[in-house]
């Protein structure tokens, strides 16, 4: 069975500093993506990156950066310089099953003070 | 532009009734999901389709129904089944493959009243 976990469950931190989110991916699968999505207070939920399994490399995108270490099952994602525009809960989503359904971690809710 | 739109954007009902919440995209993406939120919880998967004329149960289907007749609607009705309706529904679509992201509505924040 797949399973993903993100233990924060909430982080606040001042504005400006950096903070990483974290995101533990359980499978037995060999090949693999995963992704993040921001979902904001209005609800919607938004995109943010997806990786594959066989792409070890960080990303960076302006503020956003993701690291993924497939030995420890981890895909974390680090906002740097925070602003209070990135409160939101960020959810991280690993594939589903072989029927393809995607599912989703319990996410983490994030707090960006003025 | 291309997107999935959800309607209503709040929903009141009664106990005891069926109301059906609405999904439509024109992405042309063939798989759908309906999931449902709670507050201060994740999302969870109600139902899902990846084609046509063929759904399947998700981790919470109970109390629910869906059908998929057209590619770009895929509706989702509460039934008096459901022990515990209010909550916050979510409608994604995607592209086939598991590399493939989901695209959301805005979702339909439903109350019991």
């Known amino acids: 069975a797949q399973k993903v976990t993100q233990a924060q469950t909430e982080i606040s931190v001042v504005e400006k500093e950096d903070v990483t989110l974290d995101c533990v991916y359980e499978?037995?699968?060999?090949?693999?993506?995963l992704f993040w999505y921001k979902q904001p207070p209005s609800g919607e939920l938004v995109f943010l990156i997806r990786?594959?399994?066989?792409?070890?490399q960080n990303e960076i995108s302006g503020r956003y950066s993701w690291n993924f270490q497939k030995s420890t099952s981890s895909f974390n994602f680090t906002i740097t310089a925070s602003q209070v525009v990135d409160s939101a809960v960020y959810f991280c989503a690993p594939p589903g099953g072989r029927d393809d359904k995607i599912i989703f971690g319990k996410g983490t809710r994030l707090h960006i003070l003025p | 532009d291309g997107g999935i739109t959800q309607s209503p954007k709040y929903l009141f009902r009664k106990e005891g009734q069926n109301v059906t919440l609405s999904c439509e995209q024109n992405l042309n993406h063939d798989a759908m999901y309906w999931y449902r939120q709670d507050p201060g919880q994740g999302l969870r998967l109600i139902y899902y389709?990846?084609?046509?004329?063929?759904?399947q149960k998700g981790d919470i289907a109970e109390g629910y129904s869906v059908s998929r007749e057209k590619k770009e609607s895929f509706p989702l009705t509460v039934t008096s089944a459901q022990k515990n309706p209010t909550a916050f529904y979510l409608c994604?679509?995607?592209?086939?493959?598991?590399?493939?992201?989901?695209?959301f509505g805005q979702g339909t924040r439903l109350t019991v009243v």
């Open positions: 994604a679509s995607s592209r086939q493959g598991r590399g493939t992201e989901a695209f």
């Open positions: 990786r594959n399994s066989f792409d070890e």
């Open positions: 389709s990846q084609i046509v004329n063929d759904f």
């Open positions: 499978t037995r699968d060999t090949t693999y993506y």
